[in-house]
């Protein structure tokens, strides 16, 4: 064991408590610390110290020297000379200034005097023609003397920047502020143009060059600061401060200072050409980039600045070397550029990034347009096309990055949880996007994209090959049709996001009446997508980089080969994730019904193959193409006619219009199914709204085989049930933005519910109905039969008006079952018990009368079909719209029981219900005369104004006129052949969308209380019909025969339900529907066949006792066959003969009658 004496120190003489060594060691530590911190201190008080009577004694000496420099400037008898002002004035000038102001960062008051003389004095020095008296001869001097003139100009050119920045603050001055500055300003120029200097002989030009060449270099790099001085001058510039006039003479000075500060800041760009291996490459490209980064990032550039200055702006030796430099030095420049919207505060920068600005004064530089005609515009002269296009495209793509950064995406649906800051600043500074977008405006004028396309087609035009380095930029040299699709897809978003009014809509009206351009588009794509099948575009400008195609090709390979594996998989796995279920025991292999199966040969052939793995599985150049494409398609397929599309086939055939929805629905479902991110939401929004325009169209007027909308999803679509609680619980528990991150099955189902089966769509329907019930009944609105149910008396001649005062208030809770008492036309109550079948009863009589256009509420399209729209009239009926909604909430009631209404909706009208909008070829499903003047006045080759139209609208009700004008001052707006185009569409939107609206808004929101929006989006137009009233005009017999009940002593065997059938078999289509509208009060088939048929299918004995003469005599049973209507119940006679039952079977359904007839 150790002595603990040994890890003790005696320390002799102090206490007899003894301390350790590590106490020790830290103690000392301790003290040695005190001690550095006490000279750390020390040194550092004496620092201050030292600069404190630095800075004082440098005021005092710059005071007096002040003082003796005024006193000397002041009392100058003699003559000056360019050493006298560079020793006796210059040197102490600089000194006190920068003492005196500089340091301060703020213009003294006599220091403004002061300078307003010295500046004097060198002009009327330069001015002179003695090189004895002219300041700029010590520049071709001897070696001292041009070392001390090159160091004083440049300090000179530092103090007159450093007077520019500070012109704003230094208000005390006044109008002594202006004149110093715009001498100043003239000094500079004055020194850094050997032009001005008139002491220049031939022997001294070459020196003169020389020194002014290394001085405008100095002004171009960043340590001179004048592109930042300039900056901050011209953003105190009114927009339009060229026509404020306060005094002549201070209009003058400021018109001098804004011409000389241009004048300084393109100086490098003059002095040497730009020339990459030339000496002055450095010096020019760092001036450019400091160009770039402080003034063309200036808000309002070009309208800030007089109109005489801009000229000088465009001209391609300054542009040329901007873009060059952009992008060379890309990377660069964008960090510099996003560093400055964090350094500067400026209330336009709040809603505008520097880049964005960049983007728009480029733009205003590039174009020339002379008024707002399309037609007139064209480029600056000898400006090089190919590098515009590709800085647009850097800089719009870094705009479109921060625009996701913040968040700041315009919706067409807001969500209410939205960022509440990002609202509060778009309304606190909405009113500066418009003026922003206004800049950008030449790129949406059509003669913008034919030049570059005409550029682009040009064999000889070739790129800078000799001043650019291939090395130094990648594809600055080339000039394609991608260029271009990437220049507009960019365009397209940064309108929809920018212009809160009209989004792309100028960019997509350009866009789409170019001649030619959509049709190079698909061309291009075409070839891709379909290499070596059918007709490719002739004239295919694509021309896709090597790397990105390897890139595209590899990328596609590996996800194919995983894509079909787990196909089908994929949906359980989000369904478990969801529910927490384990995979085992679920099989998703056993087949779909036989009505919905497919021949798979034929599917593949619209199974798109460079598709299939949705976005993520193409290069960035495609995704644009096909950007570009979507957008500009879609908005050319609103206005496009079924004349032009179906009869003329532009601008594309039926047979490329079949591929364009094949490729369409292929990428659209793979998009949906698989994982898919911010950056691919673009191209999906486009897609997703060209495919349900080109499907609805399919929906009116086939062009599409309907395998064609199959085929995505027939190898690997999900069962029905497991699409339905996925749908349901994906839509119950997850946000919207989670659809873009994992596989979703309600983005499927709601998106492109027509990759599923019109008939498995229905089952999906039924199943949503029956979870409902089931969730209900868990909820306890569903206890047991017969409870909760709603009692209600109608009298028979009053079925409407007394369901409508009953019912209408309801409104959810009308999913709960209806007990029914009927009160005959004498008052008294009709005998029965409701089972559900009077239910059913009074669903189909209410429908009936209220539907009829009898009543007012309805009428019926001109159409062959005769189709229901609501009436126009029905808002001058009392509670007409309430009347409405409460219809809606009748057809909601037969959707959810599944009862069966013998109407259908025009299109237009369930368009709405749909919650989709109708544009002007659908006008022919609703007024068919109307849409074929409008189309005659569309296609008039004559002068329209001789029609005698203006943009009004006559409408007549209960015998009066009412005019509607179909924008502001309307009626006094003749219809010409310049508006023509909208007068036709204002015509369509009217009849489509506005005279509509309140009818189908009030229907909608009825019939919503009770079936939800997103079961009715799995259904088309025709299909809602068909879901409403029943499937085709015919009945399977064998079907009906197989779910057919029988009571009263009929059975399966019996002779007279032998006769029946087969008296049912021989009749014609149209009789055998009469029969089940007989039976049933509807005339079709329930969709999914008789097994749906509630209450079931059921032919009920009337036994008739024939007297056995009658018999001997052939004489057959007389009575009628009979029905109840409300239990689809046939009461049949027991016939002995098939001529007795078809007769008098014929004989009952003709007459109308039914239960009367008993």
Sequence with gaps: MDDPRKHQVSLRGASAKEITRDALREKVAQERELRNYARRASAAALFIQRVWRRYKVAKMVALQLQDEWETLVNHNAGGISGTWIANVVLRPFLFFTACLSVWHKKIQIRDIACMQKCFRILLESLNSTDSNKNFCSLATGTPEERRIWFFQARKLISLCVFILAEFNKSHAGGRDIVILTSLGMRLVVFLTDVKGWKCITDANGQDADIAVRDLVWFMGSSKSRIYMS???????????????????????????????????????????????????????????????????????????????????????????????????????????????????????????????????????????????????????????????????ITLAENLLGWIENVGWVRKE?????????????????????????????????????????????????????????????????????????????????????????????????????????????????????????????????????????????????????????????????????????????????????GTSQVDEDSCDVWDIEHVRCGPQGISKDMTCLLHLFCSTYSHLLIILDDIEFYEKQVPFTLEQQRRIASMLNTLVYNGLSHSIGQQNRPLMDSAIRCLHLMYERDCRHQFCPRVLWLSPAQKNRPPISVAARTHEILSANLRADDALTIPSVES????????????????????????????????????????????????????????????????????????????????????????????????????????????????????????????????????????????????????????????????????????????????????????????????????????????????????????IELKPGGKDVSVTDENKMQYVHEIADYKLNRQIFPFSNAFDRGLTDLISPSWLKLFNASEFNQLLSGGNHDIDVDDLKHNTRYTGGFSEGSRTVKIFWEVIREFEPKERCLLLKFVTSCSRAPLLGFKHLQPTFTIHKVACDVPLWATIGGQDVDRLPSASTCYNTLKLPTYKRSSTLRAKLLYAISSNAGFELS
């Design 230 to 392: 300039i900056r901050r001058y011209i953003n105190t510039l009114d927009v339009s401060f060229s026509s404020q006039i306060n005094s002549s003479v201070q209009t003058d000075d400021k018109f001098l200072i804004a011409a000389s500060a241009i004048t300084l800041a393109l100086h490098p760009f003059r002095v040497t050409n730009f020339d990459v291996s030339g000496p002055g490459m450095l010096g020019v490209r760092n001036a450019a980039e400091q160009y770039c980064v402080f003034l063309l990032t200036i808000p309002w550039l070009v309208q800030r600045l007089p109109a005489v200055l801009i000229p000088a702006l465009k001209h391609k030796c300054i542009l040329s070397p901007c873009f060059q430099t952009v992008l060379i030095l890309k990377e660069k420049i964008l960090t510099e550029m996003s560093e400055m919207n964090l350094s500067e505060i400026h209330y336009s920068s709040e809603i505008i990034p520097s880049v964005g600005w960049a983007l728009a004064n480029i733009v205003c530089l590039v174009t020339a347009v002379g008024n707002d005609s399309v037609d007139l515009g064209s480029f600056n002269q000898g400006l090089d096309c190919a590098s515009y296009v590709h800085v647009v």
């Design 413 to 593: 649906k807001q969500d209410v949880q939205s960022d509440r800051s990002l609202c509060e600043t778009e309304t606190m500074h909405g009113s500066l996007k418009m003026p922003y977008i206004d800049l950008l405006r030449p790129v949406c004028q059509q003669w913008h994209l034919t030049n570059l396309l005409a550029i682009m087609e040009t064999d000889s035009y070739t790129h800078g090959a000799e001043t650019t380095s291939p090395n130094n930029i990648e594809r600055l040299g080339k000039f394609e049709l991608l260029d271009i699709a990437y220049f507009y897809s960019y365009m397209l978003r940064i309108f929809s996001v920018l212009n809160p009014t009209l989004g792309s809509l100028p960019v997509l009206n350009m866009l789409s009446f170019t001649p030619g351009f959509l049709v190079n588009l698909w061309g291009a794509l075409e070839g891709i997508i379909f290499p070596g099948n059918g007709h490719v575009a002739e004239n295919n400008h694509l021309c896709i980089s090597k790397n990105s195609k390897k890139e595209k090709d590899g990328a596609f390979v590996k996800k194919q080969k995983g894509a079909n594996k787990d196909g089908v998989n994929k949906w359980v796995n989000v369904l478990n994730k969801v529910t927490g279920k384990s995979q085992a025991g679920v099989d998703l292999t056993d087949g779909h019904p």
């Design 748 to 963: 499927v189902i709601t998106t492109t519910p027509h990759v599923f089966p019109f008939e498995e769509r229905v089952e999906m329907f039924r199943e949503f109905i029956k979870m409902d019930k089931a969730s209900r009944k868990m909820a306890g609105e569903v206890a047991g039969p017969g409870s909760r149910s709603i009692e209600i008396v109608v009298r028979r001649g009053r079925i409407v008006e007394d369901g409508f005062q009953q019912l209408n208030s309801l409104g959810p809770r009308l999913r709960s079952s209806i007990h029914v008492s009927f009160v005959s036309e004498c008052g008294l109550p009709e005998a029965g018990l409701d089972y559900g079948g009077l239910s059913k009863e009074f669903l189909t009589d209410i429908s009936k009368a209220a539907f009829s256009p009898e009543y007012g509420l309805f009428s019926q399209t001109s159409t062959s079909d005769r189709l229901l729209i609501p009436n126009p009239s029905a808002r001058y009926i009392e509670n007409g719209i309430q009347m409405i909604e409460f219809l809606g909430r009748i057809v909601g009631k037969a959707l959810y029981e599944g009862i069966l209404l013998d109407y259908s909706f025009s299109h237009v009208f369930v368009q709405k219900l749909l919650g989709r909008y109708s544009f002007l070829d659908e006008l022919s499903t609703l007024d068919p005369e109307l849409y074929r003047n409008l189309m005659y006045v569309k296609h008039h080759d004559g002068d329209v104004k001789e029609l005698s139209l203006d943009f009004t609208v006559t409408e007549e009700s209960f015998g009066k006129r009412h005019v």
